[in-house]
């Protein structure tokens, strides 16, 4: 049974950090090109990062240059380690594993941004 947890969400104020978790089981993590996606309110869901396999990373512009995605393969563990927090990344955030495209989900992690 593949399960992926996130966990590390919470409140922060404006300008904070947060690091969020996603420990996976039931897959070969290092196989996977793994990620985190996010859903505001009302909103649709976006990327925000992802890594490969190789170790290849992306960002959505609007994250660029404030989060970092990272793995820890021995340790089946996905990262996503968020500083310059804006009220505008309040979201529930979704790790995902994948090959070419996400084949599983966690359950989610709220993150809240506010003063």
């Known amino acids: 049974q593949v399960q992926l947890v996130e966990s590390g969400g919470g409140l922060v104020q404006p300008g904070g950090s947060l690091r969020l978790s996603c420990a996976a089981s039931g897959i070969l993590f290092r196989f996977y090109d793994v990620g985190w996606h996010r859903q505001a309110p009302g909103q649709q869901r976006e990327l925000v990062a992802s890594?490969?396999?190789?170790?290849?990373?992306d960002y959505a512009d609007s994250v660029k240059g404030r989060f970092t995605i990272s793995r820890d393969n021995p340790k089946n563990t996905l990262y996503l380690q968020m500083d310059s927090l804006k009220p505008e990344d309040t979201a529930d955030y979704y790790c995902?594993?994948?090959?070419?495209?996400?084949?599983?989900w966690g359950q989610g992690t709220q993150v809240t941004v506010s003063s």
């Open positions: 995902y594993a994948g090959i070419l495209s996400p084949a599983y």
């Open positions: 890594i490969t396999r190789s170790g290849r990373t």
